[in-house]
């Protein structure tokens, strides 16, 4: 496994691609997030990368105390040896990352995500984190988010990794729309790596050394600027080993703010001698309180710092600082059970309720989902958009309540040919969108295609191509009045629903 | 010629996620590896098994 670090968070979502950045909900946002340093590094984040971290636990200082993650434990391997870690030992009551009760296949992992989002409706992200490095796993995971990407559209995934093998598997990352990755570093030399690694491993071969330090080096910083050019929101965990990496770890911190990094968690060596570690056995000692704050205050100028890490499992659930993981075992999950557009719809309802501090569940309301590729227009062709944003609409107020995602209906540039594989593949694709709409009350997009607009209409979902290229933000206040017939509709079958 | 894997092993994946004859399995709770489909991997200095495997000398040769 690679790291501490890396367990600790795992996150990402999905937005990796140009159509689905996203606004709105930036002015709460840009409280959540700890931007305590440096003005022009907050300058940095655009109001997109803002929404997308908006319902992720461990990205945001705020959404930690709305939303919750899980770590599906499907990656056991690891490619390199780190002296703080070690897998040999597994307790349910310890909670530190590298650590895991149970190992998943991916089906089992899908299966145990749709109970998990169906008992926690706070469950925003999913991610993978070992306990291994999950791409040294890479077709357990990447089999795992594919799974998860087509049954489960309301879900943000991420991953953490060593980086070792990053670079070979961001065009993949970003096909399933991964977008938040967390990358563990701990170094920028190689000679202060060659003392926090053992070995790594690649392509065949075992390295150690400053060697091997220089090729992990290498590779990671490659990887970030990989994951930088696909616009993919990356964080880096580090962790503070005093007497090695304390002064090099600032260093790093401005290697990071060049690659756009987003986020820096500097988290405590984990070093007990029960643990097994090299470092534990060896009377490595952890950091003091106050010399992990001076590294976070000498890192900070660089890039924010995440503050809030709770160093977690990698098969935790639940909010952050909790673990309910005992709680979902596999065995104990009667797969057949979720029926999961059922879960989805019941998920948004309760958002709905969160965003809007309980009005959706006192009066009608709609909800609403734009195509836009900058969120602030809806500009996007139906068949153009691999994503939706849902807002809850009552009276003038409207209320971002998450997203969903698919494979973009149509991916043909301007004209389909007329060929029976592409007529089939749209099939499939409108079908998946379909899905993904369950529970949408309305669309809105710049322009849709006949036979699309009439199976959306089919399966109870308005479509409104009025307002193509009109602002987001004038749109949705105005647009209750044109539908209050249909929410007053909504909301009386929906009493009469839960009277009976 | 093969390797074997002995009963220090705590099932961690690496060697069978790497070999590429396809040889090691999970038996029970530890991997066993194959010797009919193991050829030490002759293309490379080091089996790639070995070379990843976190536990020293829990990978061994056949005697």
């Known amino acids: ?500 | 010629m093969a390797l074997q894997i002995g009963e220090d092993c705590f099932a961690c994946y690496a060697c069978e996620t790497v070999c590429p004859a396809g040889a090691i399995s999970i038996k029970g709770s530890i991997f066993v590896i194959n010797p009919a489909l193991c050829s030490e991997c002759k293309d490379i200095d080091i089996a790639r098994c070995l070379a990843i495997c976190p536990e020293p000398s829990v990978i061994n040769h056949r005697a």
């Not at chain 1, 988010?145 to 990352?173: F, Q, Y």
């Not at chain 1, 962790?239 to 304390?246: D, K, S």
């Open chain 1, 1 to 500: 496994m690679d790291s501490h670090d890396n367990k600790h968070h795992t996150e990402t979502d999905t937005d990796s691609r140009p159509s689905c950045k996203t606004k709105c909900v930036s002015e709460s946002l840009t409280s959540d997030i700890n931007l305590s340093k440096q003005a022009d590094s907050t300058a940095d984040i655009g109001l997109s990368q803002l929404q997308k971290v908006s319902q992720h636990p461990c990205y945001s200082n705020n959404a930690h105390h709305k939303y919750a993650r899980m770590h599906l434990a499907v990656a056991p391997a690891c490619n390199i040896q780190c002296n703080y870690c070690n897998r040999k030992y597994d307790c349910a009551n310890e909670s530190r990352p590298g650590v895991v009760s149970e190992l998943l296949t991916p089906v089992q992992a899908l299966q145990k995500a749709q109970a998990v989002a169906k008992a926690i409706p706070q469950l925003s992200v999913i991610g993978i984190a070992g306990p291994g490095d999950p791409l040294a796993n890479p077709v357990r995971t990447l089999t795992t988010l594919a799974l998860i990407r087509e049954a489960m559209p309301d879900i943000k995934l991420c991953l953490s990794t060593n980086g070792l093998t990053l670079i070979d598997h961001v065009d993949e990352l970003l096909q399933l729309g991964v977008d938040h990755v967390t990358v563990t570093i701990n170094a920028l030399d190689e000679v202060i790596a060659a003392q926090i690694y053992k070995w790594i491993y690649l392509d065949g071969k075992r390295y150690t050394g400053v060697e091997a330090g220089r090729i992990l080096i290498q590779r990671q910083m490659a990887g970030l600027q990989a994951l930088a050019r696909a616009g993919i929101l990356t964080k880096v965990n580090s962790v503070l080993i005093p007497g090695i990496n304390e002064h090099n770890l600032p260093e790093l911190s401005r290697e990071l703010r060049r690659n756009n990094v987003f986020l820096h968690n500097i988290m405590p060596l984990i070093s007990q001698p029960e643990h097994g570690t090299f470092f534990g056995l060896n009377g490595q000692r952890e950091p003091s309180e106050a010399e992990l704050e001076q590294v976070r205050e000498e890192s900070g100028g660089n890039v924010s710092q995440m503050k809030h890490c709770q160093q977690c499992r990698a098969d935790a659930v639940g909010m952050l600082g909790e673990d309910r993981s005992s709680e979902f075992n596999i065995k104990d999950i009667n797969l057949q059970s979720v029926d999961y557009a059922h879960t989805m719809l019941a998920r948004s309802r309760f958002q709905s309720a969160l965003a809007s501090r309980g009005a959706s569940e006192q009066q009608a309301s709609l909800i609403v989902a734009i195509t836009s590729d900058n969120n602030e227009q809806i500009n996007l062709h139906f068949g153009h958009a691999n994503c939706f944003k849902l807002y809850l609409l009552i009276k003038n107020e409207h209320y971002y309540i998450g997203e969903r995602r698919i494979k973009r209906y149509c991916s043909g540039s301007d004209e389909c040919p007329d060929t029976d594989d592409h007529q089939s593949n749209h099939n499939r694709n409108l079908q998946q969108a379909i899905k993904a709409l369950h529970g949408v009350d309305l669309l809105l997009c710049s322009r849709i295609g006949n036979e699309p607009q009439q199976a959306l209409e089919a399966a109870g979902i308005k479509v409104d191509v009025d307002y193509g290229y009109h602002s987001v933000k004038t749109v949705l206040p105005e647009l209750f009045g044109k539908y209050q017939q249909q929410a007053k509709l909504k909301w009386r079958q929906q009493n009469t629903l839960e009277a009976s």
